[in-house]
């Protein structure tokens, strides 16, 4: 079977409120970084869904043992925010999957060339086979960064089928290489937008992540 870059946009009404809070312009910075977190809580519980692991079991409650579903403890989650926007999803997915361990990239993006360079690498050396890989990238704007990092993490072993990218927003131009270099990837995101300025940003879009989200 051929794979293809799947992209989920959740229907769901706190999604598009967060997402409204953090397009609008006027949002302060500590409003932004709650839809942040916000959104990153909504975005990670959609893509728990099918790809969790789970491990089936018995529980004694006081009256009687019955069936009963855990999220396997055996099988390693990592997530990866990259820095420093993916850092404004990172309090939202981490309530939901609080034993993971966490890896922080920080990419930062040329504004000429539009390339991202790494400045830090936290990554493990490998991935465990099975590790499922949340990666945290709120705007996928030209594609750069989340190339760039999913180049580090699959040549540590991670598999792209086993890998949820988080985003806010997504333009076809990263899609469009995405679906081209990993088209077993699954994607979850608040909207998909036109397309970019000259500048490389995503219009409408809600401006510089980082900037918003830290207010620097
Ligand atoms: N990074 C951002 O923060 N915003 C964009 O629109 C594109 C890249």
Redesign the pocket.
Known sequence: MVSQLRVYVPEHPLVKHWLAIARDENTPTVLFKTAMTELGRWLTYEAARHWLPTLDTTVKTPLAECPATLVDPRVPIAIVPILR?GLALLDGAQTLLPLSSIYHLGLARNEETLEASCYLNKLPESFAPETRVLILEP?L?TGGSILSALGEITARGADPSLIRVISIVAAPPALQKLSEKYPALNIYTAIIDEGLNSK???VP?L????DRAFGT
């Open positions: 926007a705007m704007a490389g940003y995503i879009g401006g510089d992540a980082g």
